[in-house]
């Protein structure tokens, strides 16, 4: 069995660890949740079994092809997710990354096509290039919902309609996740943009290359650049920085669906 071929068992568990994240956020069934993260780890199990196996096809398919590297990212985004874990806990999480990794991994299972061509140019570059990116967007990912819940559980709080013994994170964790996940997804997303345009200079012997993937990035750059600088130079408030993210995230998605529109 190929890693194509895994893509959907992992998908399917994904699916389930959605579901029971979801059925987690109940006062009454809360043991789901856990359910659903223990889930989720099985899951990028499967998907990381699947990058594996994905070497022994011939030709092996590039990551740089846009499914694979979505896919990737969404795998990540699950790796990124237990570590914090680890510092931060916040099960709650699970309920906004296991539906996102799933759509990653569905989309890659029906959207990957027979590999062409090797792309010229530095295959470390492009290695790494597409590593750093997809570890980057995946943080930020990460930062994204957690601004998101933030906001939620803030606007439930301030309304009092907090349930006492709600599953999800408190504000204070929710804002330490998305802290650490936006500085180390930033310093990810600039090493990555780093590794292409040397990519690019080892490929086309030119520094920018110019175009609608490369002008979008840096854009997008600017943006978290904008939103790391205001959250540690000016002090912004914790609900901002949580709006910030969760906007930029938003933003940030729209570009890779754009531009896998386009192509």
């Known amino acids: 069995m190929d890693g194509l071929a895994l893509h959907p068992f992992a998908a399917a568990t994904y699916l389930a660890a959605s579901i029971a994240a979801v059925a987690g956020l109940g006062v009454r069934v809360r043991r789901a949740l856990r359910v659903g993260v223990w889930l989720l780890a099985a899951a990028a199990v499967v998907h990381g079994f699947a990058f594996f196996e994905l070497h022994g096809r011939e030709p092996t398919p590039p990551l740089t092809e846009l499914p694979l590297a979505v896919s990737f990212a969404a795998w990540l985004l699950v790796l990124s997710f237990l570590a914090l874990q680890l510092r931060v806990p916040g099960r709650g999480l699970a309920v906004l990354v296991a539906p996102a990794a799933f759509l990653g991994t569905v989309f890659a299972a029906f959207s990957v096509s027979a590999p062409g061509a090797p792309e010229p140019g ?9 590593l750093l990116a997809s570890a980057g967007f995946a943080l930020l990912g990460v930062a994204g919902a957690a601004g998101l819940l933030y ?14 013994h709600s599953a999800l994170p408190s504000l204070e964790a929710l804002d ?8 180390i997804g930033f310093l990810l997303l600039t090493l990555g943009v780093i590794t292409g345009v040397l990519w690019v200079e080892t490929r086309e012997a030119r520094f920018w290359p110019g175009g609608l993937h490369a002008n979008a990035a840096l854009g997008v750059w600017c943006v978290y650049a ?20 969760a906007l930029g995230f938003a933003l940030l998605l729209l570009v890779v669906v754009g531009i896998g529109v386009v192509r």
Do not use: M, N
């Open 226 to 245: 904008v939103l790391l600088l205001q959250r540690y130079g000016r002090g912004e408030t914790a609900r901002r920085a949580a709006l910030g993210s």
């Open 122 to 130: 530095s295959a470390l570059w492009s290695h790494l290039h597409v």
């Open 151 to 164: 906001l939620v559980h803030h606007r439930a709080i301030k309304r009092h309609r907090a349930a006492p």
């Open 176 to 183: 330490r996740v998305g802290a650490l996940a936006l500085t």
